[in-house]
T-cell receptor, first 114, second 113 residues
Framework: GDSVTQMEGPVTLSEEAFLTINCTYT??????LFWYVQYPGEGLQLLLK?????DKGSNKGFEATYRKETTSFHLEKGSVQVSDSAVYFC?????????????FGKGTLLTVNP | GAVVSQHPSRVICKSGTSVKIECRSL??????MFWYRQFPKQSLMLMAT?????????EQGVEKDKFLINHASLTLSTLTVTSAHPEDSSFYIC?????????FGSGTRLTVV
């Protein structure tokens, strides 16, 4: 079945540092890929997405590129802020039939210190 | 944009009682709602998929009689945890159908004492 593996946290960075959170996936066909962010005590918010190979999703300074050859969708940001502290989830939606459900990675806790 | 309102945000209940969690789509009709459970420091696990007017589809290992899902209208889906026990303590999140781009509720923190 479909699966998502993302780097284990927690990740602790200083403000303005470069961020990379690795995400790889296993799926048949051509899944859509997502990054979600969860702030403390809240639900999930879509951060960015990509629906086909070589697509780059971007939002709020975050970027991720859909790499089919390496089955990866790594999240990057050039300069993190304290307000970026949250849990980040990589997810995929399968491409077969009516398979609308999302499969999530375990999440990576990011803490950014001033 | 599409908003899903989830209530309550936090609930503490006694062991053996039942708790109902509501998710409402405020500005759109949600024919499909997904219910997830999240354990501390773990990912979201899909519990069930509910479709308006029909029975929910449960994931393997999820007790149908314990986690009752009702999706009686296009704007409301409910999850009832029946005869709750401490091991049911968790964070429960709903999500609306993918046509609206997977809008999530804000989650419900359930603590069973």
């Amino acid at each position: 079945g479909d699966s998502v593996t993302q780097m284990e946290g927690p990740v602790t960075l200083s403000e303005e540092a470069f961020l990379t959170i690795n995400c790889t996936y296993t799926a048949t066909g051509y899944p859509s890929l997502f990054w979600y962010v969860q702030y403390p005590g809240e639900g999930l918010q879509l951060l960015l997405k990509a629906t086909k190979a070589d697509d780059k999703g971007s939002n709020k300074g975050f970027e991720a590129t859909y790499r089919k050859e390496t089955t990866s969708f790594h999240l990057e940001k050039g300069s993190v802020q304290v307000s970026d502290s949250a849990v980040y989830f990589c997810a995929l939606r399968g491409s077969g039939g009516s398979n609308y459900k999302l499969t999530f990675g375990k999440g990576t806790l990011l803490t950014v210190n001033p | 944009g599409a908003v899903v309102s989830q209530h309550p945000s936090r609930v503490i209940c006694k062991s053996g009682t039942s708790v109902k969690i509501e998710c409402r789509s405020l500005d759109f009709q949600a024919t499909t709602m997904f219910w997830y459970r999240q354990f501390p420091k773990q990912s979201l696990m899909l519990m069930a998929t509910s479709n308006e007017g029909s029975k929910a589809t449960y994931e393997q290992g999820v007790e149908k009689d314990k986690f009752l899902i009702n999706h009686a209208s296009l704007t409301l889906s409910t999850l009832t945890v029946t005869s709750a026990h401490p091991e049911d303590s968790s964070f429960y999140i709903c999500s609306a159908e993918p046509r609206r781009g997977y809008t999530f509720g804000s989650g419900t923190r359930l603590t069973v004492v």
